[in-house]
């Protein structure tokens, strides 16, 4: 394997896959790829100092260009205003279907169900997430922070015919204390 990439497992090994899990086969993630899933985890630190839930993602094209980048803004009492859900919208507006399909969405974690929708009903590539719904649910039960209105899915029982690596173990412990940051208070 070449220096520069990183293997992961997503999810589970021998068939040991926990609910909410988006795929068995290894991920292989290269240093580039690392380094557009390190710009969610800042843009997820940065929604966090401005109040919000830290949560960033990064829309990248076929060719490997970083094409526009966002992080969440529910803070402002609209719940909908995901990142992967803006990113949706600005890719309908400014890309063609294959750029769109050409695409990858790197994100500080998995899309929750309406911002898979979206997703697909746009026709974007693949996505590449630092930590699971499933991780995130876990988490959140540990803290004690109720469930959210809407059923934590895993990408693909939403989007099926989406392409979906992660979670990415080399980053998901600063994204677990983010969310620790939000949740408790401390």
């Keep these: 394997m070449h ?3 990183v293997h992961h497992f997503c999810c589970g090994l021998l068939g040991n896959v926990p609910p909410g899990c988006s795929t068995l086969r290894g991920c292989v993630i290269d240093s580039t790829e690392l380094l557009h899933l390190r710009r969610c985890v800042e843009l997820a630190r940065q929604a966090l100092e401005e109040g919000d839930e830290p949560f ?3 829309l990248v094209s076929g060719d490997g ?3 526009a980048e966002d992080h969440n803004r529910v803070a402002s009492g609209d719940r909908t205003r995901h990142p ?3 990113l949706a919208r600005w890719s309908a507006a400014n890309m063609t279907p294959e750029e769109r399909a050409a695409a990858t969405v790197y994100t500080s974690g998995e899309h929750c169900p309406m911002c898979a929708a979206a997703h697909a009903w746009v026709g974007l590539g693949r996505i590449v997430y630092v930590a699971s719904s499933w991780q995130l649910a ?3 039960s540990e803290w004690g922070v109720p469930p959210p209105p ?11 015919g989406v392409t979906v690596e992660g ?4 980053l998901a412990d600063e994204v677990r204390e983010l969310h620790r940051r939000r949740h408790t208070g401390s």
Excluded: K, Q, Y
């Design 65 to 67: 260009a970083a094409l």
């Design 56 to 58: 960033g993602s990064v």
């Design 3 to 5: 220096a520069s990439t």
């Design 150 to 160: 809407v059923r934590t899915l895993p990408v693909n029982e939403v989007a099926p």
């Design 167 to 170: 979670p990415v173990p080399e």
């Design 138 to 140: 876990g988490w959140l």
């Design 84 to 86: 992967e859900f803006e």
